[in-house]
C-alpha cells in the first residue's frame, strides 16, 4: 500500500533482509535484544513490515533523531 503520505515495506521474509534491518534499527541501541539473529527471525515469523508515514507535522511528542 502506497500514497502520497504513506508507504508500506514488503514483508520481511529472510532474517537479516533490508526490512528486518530496518525495523532493528528503530530499536534504540541500548534496548536491542541479546540475541539479533533470533529476533530478526521472530520478525520473519511474525510477517513484519516497515510502515513510512510522511508528516508535515508533529504535535505533544519529542523525538530523539540521531543524525
Do not use: N, Q
Given at each position: 500500500?502506497?500514497?502520497?503520505?504513506?508507504?508500506?515495506?514488503?514483508?520481511?521474509?529472510?532474517?537479516g533482509d533490508a526490512v528486518g534491518r530496518e525495523l532493528l534499527a528503530t530499536i534504540p541501541q541500548s534496548a536491542r535484544p541479546e540475541d539479533e539473529d533470533a529476533f530478526l527471525g521472530q520478525l520473519v515469523d511474525e510477517?513484519?513490515?516497515?510502515?513510512?508515514?510522511?508528516?508535515?507535522?508533529?504535535?505533544?511528542?519529542?523525538?530523539?533523531?540521531?543524525?
Open positions: 500500500m502506497t500514497g502520497p503520505d504513506r508507504e508500506v515495506s514488503d514483508v520481511t521474509t529472510t532474517p510477517r513484519r513490515v516497515v510502515i513510512r508515514l510522511k508528516v508535515d507535522r508533529l504535535y505533544g511528542t519529542a523525538l530523539d533523531i540521531e543524525g
